[in-house]
């Protein structure tokens, strides 16, 4: 069965500081790989993906992710975090050849950044 | 980008009523809209998966015949919670995948329900 697990529930950062955000899946075969960021009373805005190539993927507002086969982890990392980046991030995966197109979401991780 | 709208965004209503919230992908067409919903600080636990002109398919666990599922057309599909409850209250959040198969979905904005 496809899984996400998010391990920690909330990350507290201060502003210009590093932050990483983590992320490890189970799934059978080649995974799809994403990262939504959530505002309060909002929906999910798509932040970046992993399909193929270079693990290391490039996304909205500065944020980046490595996709990492042998650990099963796709963390979300930002050199710098800014106030504004406060919210919940949700990391979801997909198979490959799930042409359902069903994404299987973590339980997400409120992220908190302090000036 | 990619758009996708929610009507309404907040609706509060009385037990025993229905309540219809539509999804509308506005700048591109969508064979697959999904329906989920969402409690305080919680993942998004999926519904059901709509298919233009065929029956959605729902998660176990969720009522085909209490939330109810119409896609007609590549551009809206509706949901409705009948005889809504209080425990129905939550928040939905459809999300449309497009046509042409690509692989991300996009979400709309989500609708606030409130049963009294």
């Known amino acids: 069965a496809q899984s996400v697990a998010q391990p920690e529930d909330q990350v507290n950062v201060a502003e210009g500081n590093p932050l990483t955000v983590k992320c490890t899946y189970s799934v059978s075969g080649n995974p799809y790989l994403f990262w939504y960021v959530q505002y309060p009373n909002r929906g999910l805005q798509f932040l970046l993906k992993?399909?193929?190539?270079?693990?290391l993927v490039k996304g909205s507002y500065g944020f980046e992710a490595e996709f990492n086969k042998s650990q099963t982890s796709f963390h979300l990392k930002k050199p710098s975090a800014l106030v504004s980046d406060s919210a919940l991030y949700f990391c979801a995966v997909r198979r490959i050849y799930n042409q359902g197109g069903k994404l299987i979401f973590g339980q997400g991780t409120e992220l908190s950044v302090k000036p | 980008g990619a758009v996708v709208s929610q009507h309404p965004s907040r609706v509060i209503c009385k037990s025993g009523t229905s309540v219809k919230i539509e999804c509308r992908s506005l700048d591109f067409q969508a064979t697959t809209m999904f329906w989920y919903r969402q409690f305080p600080k919680q993942s998004l636990m999926l519904m059901a998966t709509?298919?233009?002109?065929?029956?959605?398919?729902?998660e176990q666990g969720v009522e085909k015949d209490k939330f109810l599922i119409n896609h007609a057309s590549l551009t809206l599909s509706t949901l409705t919670v009948t005889s809504a409850h209080p425990e129905d209250s939550s928040f939905y959040i459809c999300?449309?995948?497009?046509?042409?198969?690509?692989?991300?979905?996009?979400f709309g904005p989500g609708t606030r329900l409130t049963v009294t």
């Open positions: 999300s449309a995948r497009v046509a042409t198969g690509g692989n991300e979905q996009y």
């Open positions: 709509s298919n233009e002109g065929s029956k959605a398919t729902y």
């Open positions: 992993y399909i193929t190539g270079d693990n």
